[in-house]
């Protein structure tokens, strides 16, 4: 069973850090894209950033530029979400996603982690 499992959420303090971690396993090849995704109580998802399948080019939302920091490790199929300077308002589930390739389908499909929650709080 292709699966992404997250670990690394908890609770930190303003201006504190964490590292989040997603890693793919069961059959799963041509990994693509890879990114992350949060959601914060009583709004929409919304997308943290992401990052190409060489680890090259990272793309991130507007709101942790500069703070956060998107990194792949392909040997691993592991992606990794490094937040620093954290804000009560990064408190959010972060979902970690993967664009991958299924051979049974012939097509990209997207597979999402179960989600971790990140609570940033004094």
């Known amino acids: 069973q292709v699966q992404l499992v997250e670990s690394g959420g908890g609770k930190v303090q303003p201006g504190g850090s964490l590292r989040l971690s997603c890693a793919a396993s069961g059959s799963i090849f041509n990994i693509n894209v890879m990114g992350w995704y949060r959601q914060a109580p009583g709004r929409e998802r919304e997308l943290v950033g992401h990052?190409?399948?060489?680890?090259?080019?990272?793309n991130y939302a507007d709101s942790v530029k500069g703070r956060f920091t998107i990194s792949r490790d392909n040997a691993k199929n592991t992606v990794y979400l490094q937040m620093i300077n954290l804000k009560p308002e990064d408190t959010a589930v972060y979902y970690c996603?993967?664009?991958?390739?299924?051979?049974?389908?012939?097509?990209?499909?997207?597979?999402w982690g179960q989600g971790t929650l990140v609570t940033v709080s004094s």
């Open positions: 996603y993967a664009d991958y390739y299924d051979r049974i389908r012939s097509r990209y499909l997207r597979l």
């Open positions: 990052i190409s399948s060489g680890g090259g080019s990272t």
